[in-house]
């Protein structure tokens, strides 16, 4: 769930959200257990090659990855600023791109500066820094100035600082938990939120930033629960803030499995007809699966079949241009491959193929290897019952 927001890394975060490291550690192995080599589907079925999935996004926008490019190329950030302008109040797109956006500015820092030495570092002093100059040719890489710039010459501009406060976010839950970095960055990243929902009351987009910050944070529930009516007042129904809300009521946030399942089947309980908030018990369960399983079958259980098809039927019954849906599709994906359903999970990959920004991959070491992994496992299970590279599977 983080990495909708890592991004969702997640991943992805990307992302999309912070599990405990030994999860991250056990799905990095799953990922790099040989079962890449086993199975070389891409030629065979048309699937993108392992080195050309994209990390940034679930699945595709052409327009926001065009604004993405420019910004990395040029460091311009004009052509985002007006995608999100007229992003308008789609608001679960809104999230989406924002979220992306100050994901891709985060991973481009941070590879700048582990590319870009500072003098310091070079004679053996420690310490890096990165150039924000304004002139593009002064710089050797791209290092997400085009952000900063954004910031300081529109801030008066919703986007530029909706996006700034979640790269803030990202930062922040980069650091390690109970550091004096992990607390300043995300009591920063708080305020902007703050700053953001004053510059356009109607927009949710800041509140979800700012339930990330009170999960990691460890907000008391009473808190939390203030921020929440206001997400709800603006947005009731709004997919990606129940995702950023089920893991503060998560275990690995400032509740228990119990409460996560509560709000979880609670929300897909009194979902309208057309939204995607039935699969959200699915990602309750991915929130609190075992660290290591010794329940033989357990993807096979009555809980895993029923959070599975409440998610089938929710990716069915919304639009197919839904921006969430990737989301659900994906964690759908790795969940049947689990359960050893293979046709369907290849249903459900051949949607989002390309794309990797998404739960479960934002949460492993890299997010395309570990996707590959159970693309190649889907395929090879698939085979084995029959199906080939030839057979239908939409």
């Known amino acids: 769930m983080e990495a909708l927001f890592l991004l969702i890394a997640l991943a992805v975060l990307f992302g999309v959200v912070v599990v405990p490291a030994m999860r991250r550690r056990r799905l990095a192995r799953e990922a790099a257990g040989g079962h890449l080599t086993a199975v070389s589907p891409e030629a065979a079925y048309g699937f993108v090659p392992v080195d050309e999935l994209d990390v940034r996004l679930p699945g595709p926008d052409p327009q926001l990855v065009d604004a993405l490019d420019e910004a990395r190329v040029r460091q311009d950030w004009e052509k985002l600023a007006q995608l999100l302008a007229l992003t308008g109040d789609e608001w679960e797109l809104r999230w989406q791109r924002v979220q992306s956006a100050a994901g891709a500015a985060a991973k481009e820092l941070a590879q700048a500066r582990q590319a870009t ?131 503060y009521w998560s275990e690995n946030g400032c509740g228990s499995k119990k409460q996560a399942d509560a709000f979880a089947q609670s929300a897909a309980a009194h979902a309208p007809q057309g939204s995607l908030l039935p699969a959200l018990p699915l990602f309750a369960l991915h929130e609190h699966l075992p660290e290591v399983n010794l329940v033989r079958g357990l993807y096979q259980s009555a809980d895993v079949e029923r959070a599975i098809e409440a998610a089938e039927f929710a990716v069915d019954q919304v639009e197919d241009d839904h921006p969430v849906r990737p989301h659900v599709l994906h964690l759908l994906f790795g969940m049947l491959v689990r359960a050893e359903r293979y046709e369907e999970a290849l249903q459900a990959v051949v949607v989002v193929d390309g794309y990797v920004g998404a739960l479960p991959w934002a949460l492993t070491a890299d997010p395309a290897a570990s996707y590959a992994a159970y693309r190649a496992l889907a395929v090879a299970g698939w085979e084995s019952s029959g199906g080939h590279s030839r057979s239908p599977l939409r």
Not at 126 to 140: E, I, L
Not at 146 to 165: F, N
Not at 172 to 187: F, K, Q, S, V
């Open 117 to 247: 030495p500072s003098p310091d570092a070079a004679a053996g002093a420690g310490g890096d820094t990165v150039s924000f100059t304004k002139d593009p040719a002064s710089a050797a890489l791209p290092d997400a100035r085009w952000l900063r710039e954004w910031r300081a010459e529109s801030p008066q501009d919703p986007s530029a600082v909706q996006v700034y406060a979640q790269f803030l976010v990202w930062q922040g839950l980069a650091e390690a938990p109970g550091t004096d970095a992990h607390r300043i960055i995300l009591e920063e990243a708080r305020t902007v939120c703050r700053e953001a929902a004053a510059l356009a009351d109607a927009d949710p987009t800041p509140y979800l930033s700012e339930l990330l910050v009170a999960r990691a944070l460890g907000d008391r529930p009473a808190d939390f629960e203030a921020l929440w009516s206001e997400v709800v007042r603006r947005a009731p129904h709004h997919m990606g803030a129940h995702l950023a809300a089920l893991t």
